[in-house]
C-alpha cells in the first residue's frame, strides 16, 4: 500500500483552529519561507522559533496514540509539523524525501484542512488522490514519488505535515478508518 487515509481526524474545531493559525500567521515576517518547490507556496518548513496552535500538537499525539509510534524520531522541521499555504497556480512536481534520520523512513502524515476550489489534490506514484477536508493522508515520502495537481481558484489549500521517521514495517500495519 503506498498510502493511507483516514477521514475525518479532526473535528471542526480543531480544522478551525487550525485554519486560522495559518491564515493569521501567514503574513508574519520570517514565520512562513518560500517552499522553494517553483510554485506558489509559502511554508513553516525553514523557520524555528515559534510555537504552532495547541491543536497541531494534540493532532500530532493523536496520530501517534493511533498509529501506535513507539521507537520514531521526527524529522529536523520545526517540532516534526509543517504549516503549508499553497496558493493559485501552486503545484507540487514530483519528488522523493530524504531520509532524515536513516535507517528510518520518512513518513508524512498531511491534514487537509481547507481544498481550493479545483485541484490541489495529492499525488502518489502517479495516481491522483480525492480527499475532503479534515481528512489524513499517510505516506513514506522518502520511499515514493508525490508531488500535488495545480491549485486552481483563489481559494488556498491549507494543509498540515505530521512527520515522523520510523521503521518501514510498522506503517504497515496501520489501518485506514474514520474518527469524526
Not at 483552529?17 to 518547490?37: H, Q, R, S
Not at 496558493?87 to 519528488?95: I, K, L
Not at 514519488?145 to 506503517?171: A, M, Q, T, W
Request: proline share 5%.
Amino acid at each position: 500500500m503506498d498510502y493511507k487515509i483516514i477521514k475525518n481526524f479532526v473535528s471542526r474545531k480543531e480544522q478551525n483552529e487550525l485554519v486560522e493559525w495559518i491564515i493569521n500567521n501567514k503574513n508574519t515576517p520570517g514565520l512562513f519561507k518560500d517552499a522553494e518547490m517553483k510554485g506558489n507556496r509559502i511554508t513553516t518548513r525553514y523557520s524555528q522559533g515559534f510555537s504552532f496552535p495547541e491543536a497541531a500538537y494534540k493532532v500530532q499525539k493523536r496520530i501517534i496514540n493511533q498509529l501506535k509510534f513507539k521507537d520514531f524520531k521526527l524529522p529536523k522541521y520545526h517540532h516534526g509539523i509543517v504549516a503549508s499555504y499553497a496558493g493559485e497556480n501552486d503545484t507540487v512536481f514530483e519528488h522523493v524525501d530524504p531520509q532524515w534520520h536513516p535507517p528510518y523512513e520518512t513518513l508524512h502524515c498531511n491534514l487537509m484542512l481547507q481544498k481550493p476550489l479545483e485541484g490541489g489534490k495529492p499525488i502518489i506514484n502517479k495516481k491522483t488522490i480525492d480527499l475532503d477536508e479534515r481528512d489524513l493522508w499517510c505516506y513514506y515520502v522518502s520511499k515514493v514519488d508525490h508531488g500535488s495537481s495545480k491549485v486552481i481558484g483563489n481559494k488556498p489549500r491549507l494543509i498540515y505535515v505530521f512527520g515522523f521517521c520510523i521503521e518501514y514495517n510498522l506503517f504497515s500495519t496501520m489501518k485506514s478508518e474514520n474518527r469524526y
